[in-house]
C-alpha cells in the first residue's frame, strides 16, 4: 500500500491557497489597499474552510497545524508592520503585539506536540478553563480571531479610506471600535497560550528528569 501524499491533503492545499492570497496581500499592502485587504481577509477566512476541511476528510496532520499557524503568524505580523509604517507613533504598541502573538502561540503549539496532539487546538479539559470555552466552543473561537483581524485590518483600511458612512461614523472607523475589545480579550487569551504552555513544558521536564533519576 503506497504512503499517503500529506502534502496533497485538502486542508494544506487550502493552506497553500491561503499563503498565495497573503503573499498577494503583502505585495499591495503599501499602494492598492483594496486588493491587500481584499486577499488578506479572504486568506483568513480560508482559515476556518480548512479546519473544516480536515475534521471532515480526517487528513488532520501536525504539518497541517504548523501551517496554519505559521501562515497566521506571518500574516497577522506582515501587516502589523505595515501598521508601524502608517502610524509610527503607535510602532510600540505593534512592536509587542507582534511579540505576544508570536511566542505565546509558538511555545503553546510546541508543548502540544510534546504532549503528541495532533493540532494546537485539541487540549485537555482540565487544562485551562478558559483555553477550553475558546477552543471547544467553535462559534466563540471563529469570532475571537475573526473580530481580532477584523480590528487590525479595519484599521489599515482607515489609513487609506475612511469607508461608507455607518450612523455618522466611517465604517472602517466603526469597526475599529467594535472590534478593539476583542482585540485586546484576544491578546489576553494569547498571555494565558503562553502561561498555560510554559506549565506543560515544566511538567514535561520534570517527568523526563524523574525518569532519568530511575534508570
Partial sequence: MAAENIFLFIPN???????????????????????????????????????????????????????????????TTCLLVTLSYFYPKYMFFFQLSIAIDISCHWI???????????????????????????????????????????????????HFAEGPIIAGMGLFRLICYLAAPVMAVKTAISLVHGYVACCNIATIDV????????K
Fill in 207 to 214: 517527568k523526563e528528569r524523574e525518569a532519568l533519576k530511575q
Fill in 108 to 158: 503553546y503549539l510546541h508543548s502540544s506536540l510534546l504532549q503528541g496532539k495532533t493540532s494546537h487546538k485539541f487540549i485537555d479539559l482540565g487544562e485551562n478553563p478558559i483555553m477550553s470555552v475558546y477552543y471547544t466552543s467553535r462559534p466563540v473561537l471563529f469570532f475571537m480571531c475573526f473580530g481580532n483581524e477584523a480590528f487590525f485590518a479595519a484599521l489599515y483600511a482607515m
Fill in 13 to 75: 492545499i487550502i493552506g497553500y491557497a491561503r499563503i498565495v492570497l497573503a503573499i498577494i496581500s503583502f505585495y499591495y499592502m503599501a499602494t492598492e489597499w483594496s486588493v491587500a485587504v481584499v486577499c488578506y481577509v479572504i486568506s483568513g477566512l480560508l482559515d476556518a474552510l480548512d479546519g473544516h476541511a480536515a475534521r471532515y476528510f480526517n487528513q488532520s496532520t501536525k504539518f497541517g497545524a504548523i501551517l496554519d499557524q505559521l501562515t497566521d503568524r506571518c500574516g
